[in-house]
């Protein structure tokens, strides 16, 4: 990964530099060969990152001192991977943690759960030091992960010894974590709801998605408690929601209860509310946070964590789809049993839904704030995550709507201006772009297409030679889910990049405050 001090360290002077290559006549010099890069110090490295020019400590001069400020550097690194940070913000705090207190020379290795740093001591002849960490689990902990970010800035400005930063990280480690385990539950419930209202639901839909994605979230806390792995638990959620969700079509649409419900239940549940209702659990369910650190370490150059985190996405996905698959040909079963009229959701269209626009809107900064709750932000970021909500949803229904671009592309530019606001706004607020990101665009996962897939492909299978053709189809749309996950992150990214050049009055207004 990152390893500053062999490519990037202070490593000594450059046996051949500029000044020693032979001087060529003028009309010569587009010959001329490239110099030799110089190697870059630590604090170089910070470029472009919310840690540049950090106040740097007079370099350590014993091995206890040294290993105080190793030790201080892979605890931050290790809190930033259980919270699920990309890895080229890990390795940036990493570096910043450990120029500001004191050392020269550094190698960072990171994979998806381990850390691994390495300094030469500061006696000559002496071997190195070297500290491994290894985060063996992974939590929706955002506001551990802005207190961390804030640590670091203090840091960097500044003002702060390592005895004292060695007192305050342990502190951030023994935080408790924020809002009531039901209160989470609710927000997965809130999520799915404001998914499916986006999508077009009836009140049914959106009631039935709310109770599903309550009780997804409890079975998968049971599963987990037991050891179940991830990928079960995955399967068993998607199971679950489409089970409930035909439940919930088959009360109103059975001979036998169509006239109680009817009787005593306003309004009823179409085919459409079926698939909506689904949606809305899927998104609830969906590892949209792995998914946009696995496309980002990708982008950025790390190829190793990139392929741990796009396995990970991919079993998640699979168990998901299996699950939903698995519930959907017994729902099929059954519906052919029961001749309730279940019917292909061809007609469905993700890019023009029937709720008006402002609904729309409102939805997507609800979505984004319930988000936020299972990510247990901090409470003074939901309004700046329910603004971010709005703009991404409000931007790709009006992109699509109003200028009739196609939905992956209205995504991607709404992505893209959720990144580049997100970070400006973070930084300001004091939290890394991820803790508003993530909850913001979570409203715009594929929940639909993946259902429309799904249902594609396996009447395709049950209903025989005649509908043969539909599993192509239905594989054809699983494609388009995954163009629009990676729309999202490629765009959130984007916007992160373009807005690094415009944060630096932002940092160094914060770090004169610290100071």
């Not at 050392?103 to 740093?117: G, H, M, S």
């Not at 946009?292 to 996905?317: F, H, K, N, Q």
């Not at 040909?329 to 519906?335: E, F």
């Amino acid at each position: 990964m990152g390893q500053y001090g062999r490519e990037h360290g202070t490593t000594g002077p450059n046996p051949i530099s500029e000044n020693t290559q032979p001087v060529l006549a003028p009309r010569m010099r587009f010959l001329r060969s490239e110099p030799v890069t110089e190697p870059l110090p630590i604090a170089d490295a910070l470029k472009n990152t919310p840690y540049r020019d950090p106040n740097v400590l007079a370099g350590v001069s014993d091995d206890s001192a040294q290993y105080k400020a190793l030790d201080i550097a892979v605890r931050v690194g290790e809190l930033l991977l259980r919270c699920g940070a990309s890895t080229r913000d890990v390795e940036s705090s990493v570096v910043a943690v450990a120029a500001s207190a004191g050392l020269r020379r550094l190698e960072v290795d990171i994979t998806n759960q381990a850390l691994l740093l390495q300094t030469p001591s500061p006696h000559p002849g002496h071997p190195p030091l070297t500290m491994l960490r290894v985060a063996r689990s992974s939590t929706r902990d955002f506001s551990r992960l802005t207190a961390v970010h804030q640590f670091v800035e203090r840091l960097v400005a500044g003002g702060m010894d390592l005895d004292e930063a060695t007192k305050q990280l342990r502190r951030i480690q023994r935080m408790p974590r924020l809002y009531p385990r039901w209160l989470v539950s609710v927000a997965f419930g809130g999520l799915a709801a404001s998914v499916a209202t986006i999508l077009g639901g009836s009140w049914m839909a959106v009631a039935v998605a709310f109770v599903s994605a309550i009780i997804v979230d409890r079975i998968g806390r049971v599963l987990s408690n037991l050891g179940v792995p991830s990928f079960y638990s995955a399967a068993v959620g998607g199971l679950a929601s489409t089970m409930l969700a035909w439940l919930a079509y088959m009360s109103h649409q059975s001979h036998l209860v169509g006239e109680f419900v009817a009787t005593h239940l306003p309004g009823s549940m179409t085919m459409a509310d079926f698939a909506y209702a689904i949606s809305g659990g899927i998104v609830a369910l969906l590892p949209g946070r792995q998914m946009a650190s696995a496309v980002e370490d990708a982008v950025t150059g790390y190829p190793v964590t990139a392929s741990g985190r796009v396995l990970t996405v991919i079993l998640a996905c699979a168990g998901i789809t299996v699950g939903v698959g698995a519930g959907l040909s017994l729902t099929l079963s059954l519906d052919n049993a029961l001749d309730l009229g279940l019917q292909s959701p061809g007609v469905l269209r993700y890019d023009s839904p029937s709720t008006t626009f402002l609904l729309q809107v409102a939805c997507g900064a609800l979505g984004a704030v319930c988000s936020a709750v299972t990510m247990r932000s901090r409470v003074r970021m939901l309004v700046p995550t329910a603004v971010m909500g709005a703009l991404g949803v409000g931007g790709v229904t009006f992109l699509v709507s109003s200028i009739g671009l196609g939905a992956t592309t209205a995504t991607a530019m709404a992505a893209t201006a959720v990144g580049f606001c997100a970070r400006l706004l973070a930084l300001r607020l004091g939290a890394p772009a991820l803790v508003l990101v993530m909850p913001a665009v979570s409203p715009m996962l594929p929940g639909l297409r993946i259902f429309r897939g799904m249902y594609e492909s396996v009447s395709g299978s049950l209903l025989g030679a005649t509908r043969v053709a539909q599993s192509g189809v239905g594989v054809t749309t699983m494609l388009g889910a995954v163009g629009i996950a990676l729309a999202l992150s490629t765009g959130a990214l984007l916007g992160d990049v373009l807005s690094a050049p415009f944060d630096r009055p932002i940092v160094q207004r914060r770090r004169a405050r610290r100071r």
